[in-house]
């Protein structure tokens, strides 16, 4: 599909714009370049509750933040497996790093359900980041070319780094929400910009506290409406996310979060077996590695994590192809890759288990990184795109029962 001609207006955002080596990087020689920048500067992330600036720096200067931004938009518009694997491989190393790059990459995904105005002025900025949340819905007050938004949203992962935020919110007539033909409550998906946000401190928690999780606020903002949708079927891209990455829908959701359960547990494995070739337990003469309990542990962890591996990778390129026809992902398609995600996720966390308790009291200290794998991977477990919560959900469908998890329906 050509260029459509509001973004030939726009130069900077057009592929021409993106330097030549940085659009044929491959994804793994993107990680190999911020590797030592995420290493160096996850411990402070770790203690400030943010992702460090000189980590988010190395995020953009690698091309990171625009995995899913669309190639009009000068974008990578990468394609689905390597990408995911990318986001892995980051999360690895640096597990507030890959969630905040996965993250930021999914919500410019769903971009697509605005208008090509409003799209076009979000990522005419080759630096832009999206953040943000849908829950609580705040409230919108209709007035003219727009709403008027009040709310606050939690789970705003990178917001101190986004220049826009997302928010879902009820409309409301006078004191009363606005229903549909059904009787339903009339909600959007809003992107404003961070600027005119607040962010409310209270990023206090168990793990993935580099993400800086923080909730957003806004009070009677106004937003128009071509950065508003109404929620219904994920049916309409505007121009520039036509391509087949866009046609997953929310259902790539799961698999995003299922990649940085992935990479924790993938770097927990590997932290036990090098601390099994020093260590020997306390008040004990056999090493830890020759420990039959141990060996026991390390192979279970190993077979979760490329269970987890070959389902998410083998779904997400079975739906690729899918895609390739035109065709945009729905309920049949979809399902397969709900349950990958929510699989991966809980074998990640079943393998951390078996590390954590293989290692000891080196588990418990601060200097060592068991401790973070373990509170990390619990905390992204309990993302409700890809918790344990979603078998049930799928489940119902499976079974010709109405789906409590309404995303499933768009």
């Not at 930021?104 to 953040?131: L, N, R, W």
């Not at 929620?231 to 829908?249: I, K, M, Q, T, V």
């Not at 929510?342 to 288990?353: C, K, L, P, Q, R």
Request: proline letters at 6%; hydrophobic letters at 45%; charged letters at 20%.
């Amino acid at each position: 599909m050509s260029v459509p001609e509001f973004l030939l207006k726009c130069p900077r955002v057009l592929p021409d714009g993106m330097p030549k080596g940085e659009l044929s990087m491959s994804a793994s020689d993107r990680v190999a370049k911020i590797e030592p920048i995420l290493r160096a500067h996850a411990a402070q992330a770790e203690i400030e509750r943010r992702l460090a600036p000189q980590a988010m720096a190395a995020l953009h200067d690698a091309g990171i933040m625009r995995t899913w931004v669309p190639k009009a938009y000068g974008g990578l518009q990468m394609n689905p497996v390597p990408a995911l694997k990318m986001f892995e491989e980051i999360s690895r190393i640096d597990s507030a790093a890959g969630w905040i790059a996965s993250n930021s990459s999914i919500i410019a995904f769903f971009c697509q359900v605005i208008s090509d105005q409003g799209a076009a002025e979000m990522f005419s900025d080759p630096q832009t980041v999206v953040a943000g949340g849908w829950f609580p819905p705040g409230k919108a007050v209709p007035v003219r070319d727009g709403y008027r938004l009040t709310g606050q949203w939690a789970f705003g992962s990178g917001c101190h780094y986004a220049n826009w935020l997302t928010g879902h919110v009820l409309v409301n007539d006078g004191d009363k929400p606005r229903l549909d033909a059904n009787g339903n409550p009339v909600s959007l998906i809003t992107f404003f910009r961070a600027s005119e946000a607040e962010i409310v401190d209270n990023w206090n928690t168990l793990g993935m506290r580099g993400t800086g999780s923080h909730d957003v606020g806004l009070n009677n903002v106004f937003v128009p409406a071509t950065r508003c949708f109404v929620l219904s079927a994920l049916d309409r891209p505007s121009s520039a996310f036509s391509g087949p990455l866009y046609r997953f829908g929310l259902w790539i959701v799961p698999l995003t979060i299922a990649t940085v359960c992935l990479g924790i547990a993938r770097a927990a494995l590997d932290d036990l077996i090098e601390l099994a070739k020093g260590k020997t337990p306390s008040y004990t003469q056999t090493p830890l590695g020759d420990r039959p309990v141990v060996q026991d542990r390390i192979a279970r962890a190993r077979a979760l994590i490329e269970a987890g591996q070959h389902y998410v990778y083998g779904a997400a390129a079975e739906a690729w192809e899918c895609v390739q026809s035109g065709r945009r992902i729905e309920m049949a398609q979809g399902i397969p890759l709900a349950l990958a995600g929510s699989f991966a996720v809980e074998a990640s966390s079943n393998a951390v288990d078996l590390v954590h308790a293989s290692a000891g009291t080196t588990a418990i200290r601060n200097e060592y990184r068991f401790q973070q794998y373990f509170r990390d991977v619990h905390t992204a477990s309990q993302h409700a795109f890809a918790s344990i919560s979603r078998f049930e959900s799928i489940g119902k469908l499976m079974l010709g029962r109405q789906s409590d998890w309404a995303f499933y329906y768009l």
